[in-house]
């Protein structure tokens, strides 16, 4: 509760924490999905490319199982998503109505990259058997780049909240002669795209990976198994490093053109050269620092590759117009465990690939798999702190020095909107717990039809002359109806359907 408090200014008006809360939650919530909404095609095509290629029915096998998955993340994302943007009207009213001609572009881009990335879904999970191969493929190429234009919109919007640009003001303070280009590309909009981008490519391959690494952990260790666990996990272990310059790039970004925010992130109290870096630590409105590792003069290195670097501190602007103490310690508690996992995982894929250039193979030492196991987990937690440093950072204001959030916020009563927080967590809790239900049952499934002859070595029919789950290939014919079915349906009086009415 005292932590709750402080998170507050004292004259926020009463509906501000439980609106500020529900956004909170249900974004907290749809990023989990966002990972395999922007990356699992790109990963699936992959997959689907080399089975083509390589006339590999394993691969085959595995990119359709992934296709099914991508459309049930699909529609759980629909809810998720469908929810937070009726939650920027409702909840912001003030943020749309005065700012939403600026930068609601971004929201329009994105709406209309979710309708295109939906049918390209339905498209693609309808040509499997249906299609000719290549047909089926190319129709899927076009699925990462609505995914990337997806996350173009809502990153461009953002971005623009952090560093506005593209309108002047009129004499009662409206915005007027919008530029929607200079709006759309805001100096923080290519940072953090590349950034956003490359998380989730690492985040859905890490989490992917992370489900046949479970599998090879408990003994399951075939050819299925390892080339669920090797095509993802190359992808992802490719995009580390890569996120290591970006995650420099973007802090570097965020130092030159949000300097108060970096503070909070480094927890800086005043402005001054030769500034230390602290490894996590607690910031107290006194400007004093307990707990944490202390690493002298590192964080100006840091800044600016000096120790003679000037690092604006939080006491540069006024105390109403930056975050207070305890909004710092958390984001500056969520920027370091972002970068503490990132360094983790990057020491992850540093194993993967010193194993794979001298023997060809991943390694095949337990630890390493329960490290890839983690990895996906780590992976989404790190996202979520990414979050929780670009939104807390940012505090008080909602469009950086133009609109605090208070001045955004609903004028419902916060009784109301704490009840509306209560039911939303209650059908998110039953949503996700059907999303996992439904996950469980496909593997479940799947497994099954795996049984008799291997993943991808073709299962016959089943014992009462249905189609097993999964035929060998998911391309060609399907199986013709054993004979015996065929004679109960030429039998006079047979009630199985006629040709034209099979499925």
Same mark, same amino acid.
Request: proline share 8%; hydrophobic share 50%.
């Given at each position: 509760?005292?932590?709750?408090?402080?998170l507050?200014?004292?004259d926020?008006?009463?509906q501000?924490?439980?609106?500020?809360?529900?956004?909170a939650?249900?974004l907290?919530?749809h990023?989990?999905?966002?990972?395999?909404?922007?990356a699992?095609?790109l990963i699936?095509?992959?997959?689907?490319?080399?089975g083509?290629?390589?006339?590999?029915?394993?691969a085959?096998?595995?990119?359709r199982?992934w296709?099914?998955v991508?459309?049930?993340?699909?529609?759980i994302?629909v809810?998720t998503?469908t929810?937070?943007?009726?939650?920027?009207?409702?909840?912001?009213?003030g943020?749309m109505?005065r700012?939403g001609?600026?930068?609601?572009?971004?929201?329009?881009v994105?709406?209309?990259?979710?309708?295109?990335e939906?049918v390209?879904?339905a498209?693609?999970?309808y040509?499997?058997?249906?299609?000719p191969p290549r047909?089926h493929f190319?129709?899927?190429?076009?699925?990462?780049a609505a995914?990337?234009?997806g996350?173009?919109?809502?990153?461009?919007?953002n971005?623009?909240m952090?560093t506005?640009?593209g309108?002047?003001?009129?004499?009662?303070?409206?915005?007027?002669?919008?530029?929607?280009?200079?709006?759309?590309?805001?100096?923080?909009?290519g940072?953090?795209?590349?950034?956003?981008?490359?998380a989730?490519?690492?985040?859905?391959?890490?989490?992917?990976?992370?489900?046949?690494?479970?599998?090879?952990?408990?003994g399951?260790?075939?050819?299925y198994?390892?080339?669920?666990?090797?095509?993802?996990?190359t992808?992802?272990?490719?995009a580390?490093?890569?996120q290591l310059?970006?995650?420099?790039s973007?802090?570097r970004a965020?130092?030159?053109?949000?300097?108060?925010?970096?503070?909070?992130?480094?927890i800086v109290?005043?402005t001054? #050269?030769h500034v230390?870096?602290?490894l996590?630590g607690?910031?107290?409105?006194?400007g #004093?620092?307990t707990g944490g590792?202390?690493?002298?003069?590192?964080?100006?290195i840091l800044?600016?590759?000096s120790?003679?670097?000037?690092v604006?501190?939080?006491?540069?602007?006024?105390a109403?117009?930056?975050p207070n103490?305890?909004?710092?310690?958390?984001?500056?508690?969520?920027?370091?465990?972002?970068v503490?996992?990132?360094?983790?995982?990057?020491?992850?894929a540093?194993w993967?690939?010193?194993a794979?250039l001298?023997?060809r193979?991943?390694?095949r030492?337990?630890?390493?798999?329960?490290? $890839?196991?983690?990895?996906?987990?780590?992976s989404v937690?790190?996202?979520e702190c990414?979050?929780?440093?670009?939104?807390?950072?940012?505090?008080?204001?909602i469009?950086?020095?133009?609109?605090r959030?208070?001045? $955004?916020?609903?004028p419902?009563? #916060?009784?109301?909107l704490?009840t509306?927080?209560?039911?939303?967590?209650?059908?998110?809790?039953?949503?996700f717990?059907?999303?996992?239900?439904?996950?469980?049952k496909m593997?479940?499934?799947?497994?099954?039809s795996d049984?008799?002859?291997g993943p991808? #070595?073709?299962?016959?029919?089943g014992?009462d002359?249905?189609?097993a789950p999964?035929?060998?290939t998911p391309?060609g014919?399907?199986?013709? $109806?054993?004979?015996?079915?065929a004679d109960?349906?030429?039998?006079p009086?047979?009630?199985?359907p006629?040709?034209?009415g099979?499925?």
């Amino acid at each position: 509760m005292h932590t709750t408090v402080h998170l507050l200014a004292a004259d926020a008006p009463a509906q501000l924490l439980p609106a500020r809360q529900l956004m909170a939650f249900t974004l907290a919530s749809h990023i989990i999905l966002v990972p395999m909404g922007v990356a699992l095609p790109l990963i699936t095509l992959v997959m689907h490319h080399r089975g083509l290629r390589r006339g590999d029915p394993v691969a085959l096998l595995l990119a359709r199982r992934w296709s099914a998955v991508m459309a049930v993340q699909f529609a759980i994302g629909v809810v998720t998503g469908t929810v937070l943007s009726f939650e920027f009207g409702l909840l912001w009213p003030g943020l749309m109505g005065r700012w939403g001609d600026v930068f609601g572009v971004g929201f329009g881009v994105e709406a209309w990259a979710f309708f295109l990335e939906a049918v390209l879904i339905a498209i693609y999970l309808y040509g499997w058997r249906r299609l000719p191969p290549r047909t089926h493929f190319l129709l899927g190429l076009p699925l990462p780049a609505a995914a990337l234009l997806g996350a173009f919109g809502i990153l461009s919007a953002n971005a623009w909240m952090n560093t506005p640009q593209g309108f002047t003001l009129d004499s009662r303070g409206d915005p007027v002669d919008v530029d929607v280009w200079k709006a759309v590309f805001t100096p923080m909009f290519g940072p953090q795209y590349w950034h956003f981008v490359v998380a989730m490519l690492m985040t859905a391959g890490y989490v992917v990976a992370g489900v046949y690494a479970v599998g090879w952990l408990r003994g399951r260790r075939d050819r299925y198994h390892r080339l669920g666990f090797t095509v993802p996990f190359t992808l992802a272990a490719a995009a580390t490093p890569v996120q290591l310059f970006l995650g420099d790039s973007i802090t570097r970004a965020v130092f030159r053109e949000q300097p108060v925010k970096f503070a909070a992130m480094e927890i800086v109290w005043e402005t001054d #050269s030769h500034v230390p870096e602290y490894l996590f630590g607690r910031l107290h409105p006194d400007g #004093s620092i307990t707990g944490g590792i202390k690493f002298p003069q590192l964080d100006s290195i840091l800044a600016g590759f000096s120790p003679d670097t000037v690092v604006q501190g939080l006491t540069a602007v006024p105390a109403a117009d930056r975050p207070n103490a305890t909004q710092a310690t958390i984001a500056h508690c969520a920027f370091d465990v972002m970068v503490c996992i990132g360094s983790a995982l990057a020491l992850l894929a540093a194993w993967y690939g010193l194993a794979w250039l001298r023997h060809r193979r991943p390694p095949r030492s337990r630890w390493f798999y329960r490290g $890839a196991a983690c990895a996906g987990v780590g992976s989404v937690v790190a996202v979520e702190c990414g979050w929780i440093t670009t939104e807390v950072g940012r505090q008080p204001w909602i469009v950086y020095g133009h609109m605090r959030v208070a001045e $955004a916020v609903t004028p419902t009563r #916060s009784s109301a909107l704490w009840t509306v927080f209560a039911l939303v967590a209650v059908v998110y809790v039953l949503v996700f717990a059907a999303f996992v239900v439904v996950l469980l049952k496909m593997r479940d499934r799947w497994r099954l039809s795996d049984e008799p002859a291997g993943p991808g #070595s073709g299962a016959g029919p089943g014992p009462d002359g249905a189609e097993a789950p999964e035929a060998a290939t998911p391309y060609g014919p399907r199986p013709p $109806a054993p004979a015996g079915a065929a004679d109960a349906a030429a039998e006079p009086g047979s009630s199985a359907p006629s040709e034209g009415g099979g499925r």
